[in-house]
């Protein structure tokens, strides 16, 4: 094996299939034999699923030609494509022809490796003309099915709030697909010909049920859902998206719900974030390895700098008074007013419905 230019020695980049295996079996993706040296050509894992069903994958050394041509992402990996970057996969790109520590997985179609883990290495691999190392199975796989595979058996390379979300989404449109629709009607209608008990609740893609189903708290699904809403406008503003953290994700989408991204994302705010960025100098503690946070950071507050948010008006500023308890005060925020008025009867507060209903259904 050719060594790396860099005589400092490489940091681990993901898991080795060792631990991917011990962490499957600890979660119920259970490997039931690996065969032959793990740099043999031939090598094989079994993976067990919670169904019962046993997935067998087949070791492959890809060259740099055959992940140029027979390569390609499952229509069901979970990563946010649009976040892939080639400047998010500097860590991967600098060790990608020496050393790879985890196989990517893939489900063979048609001849073509469908990537369904490990978009990142293949596109590392493709940017440096690298080979590839994949496991890859003949077997048809369901999207549950892969995504069972792809939770257990995954590279350390953590899932962003926006992978997640895009994994959320996925599921909650796939529940409200009409063929989904259908079926679950046809359900409850069989139920109840054989007056039979029928919940659909448990498996409805709420934010509570996602927690459950993933393993994680309810307010990360909400950041997750969140993360996913952010316009591309903005986050093509991020040298590397997957790292943006929780305060970031929730101020960005506060950002696109109280402006125009059309307007916020201007030829002097890209300028802004160019310069920016410009200012970074190496690291050479961290150098490649440095996760992105100070170029975030950087990013985020240009971003905020430009961005205008009205701050609210006092409540207290009380713009009609009848009398001490009787009084109206007006507050304005980011394109919402809110009103409140005291002491209304209820033709008042009808008459008021009334007004309001007009004013907001004008076309003015």
Not at 33 to 54: F, P, W, Y
Not at 314 to 343: D, G, H, M, P
């Amino acid at each position: 094996m050719p060594q790396p230019p860099n005589k400092k020695a490489l940091k681990q980049i993901g898991r080795s299939l060792g631990s991917a295996v011990a962490g499957a079996i600890q979660h119920g993706v259970q490997p039931i034999t690996t065969v032959g040296d793990a740099a043999a050509t031939q090598a094989t894992m079994s993976i067990k699923l919670k169904s019962g069903r046993v997935i067998k994958f087949v070791r492959h050394n890809l060259t740099s030609v055959q992940v140029k041509t027979q390569t390609g992402i499952h229509e069901h990996n979970p990563r946010a494509k649009s976040d892939i970057t080639p400047q998010s996969l500097q860590k991967i790109r600098a060790s990608i022809k020496y050393i790879q520590f985890m196989d990517a997985l893939a489900v063979l179609i048609d001849g073509v490796h469908m990537i369904i883990d490990g978009q990142r290495r293949q596109m590392a691999a493709l940017l440096e003309d690298a080979g590839l190392n994949v496991q890859t199975t003949e077997d048809d796989l369901s999207r549950e099915e892969i995504i069972e595979i792809v939770r257990y058996v995954q590279s350390a390379e953590k899932y962003s709030y926006r992978d997640a979300g895009a994994r959320f989404l996925a599921d909650i449109n796939a529940w409200n697909d009409p063929e989904a629709v259908a079926a679950r009607e046809a359900k409850k209608h069989e139920a109840e010909e054989l007056d039979l008990p029928y919940n659909e609740d448990d498996s409805k893609p709420t934010q509570r049920n996602l927690a459950a189903r993933y393993g994680v708290s309810v307010a990360f699904v909400t950041r997750a859902l969140k993360a996913i809403e952010i316009p591309q406008e903005l986050i093509n503003l991020f040298v590397l998206p997957a790292t943006l953290n929780s305060t970031q994700i929730m101020a960005l989408h506060a950002i696109q719900l109280g402006s125009d991204v059309e307007s916020l994302v201007t030829p002097e705010l890209i300028e802004d974030v160019n310069q920016v960025l410009q200012t970074i100098q190496s690291d050479s503690d961290t150098g490649i390895y440095d996760d992105g946070s100070l170029a975030n950071e950087l990013v985020f507050d240009v971003i905020q700098k430009h961005t205008i948010i009205e701050k609210p008006k006092k409540a207290n500023e009380k713009f009609a008074q009848a009398n001490k308890n009787r009084w109206a005060t007006i507050e304005t925020a980011n394109r919402k007013t809110v009103l409140k008025i005291s002491r209304l009867n209820e033709d008042e507060i009808q008459k008021l419905q009334e007004f309001v209903k007009t004013l907001v259904e004008s076309q003015q």
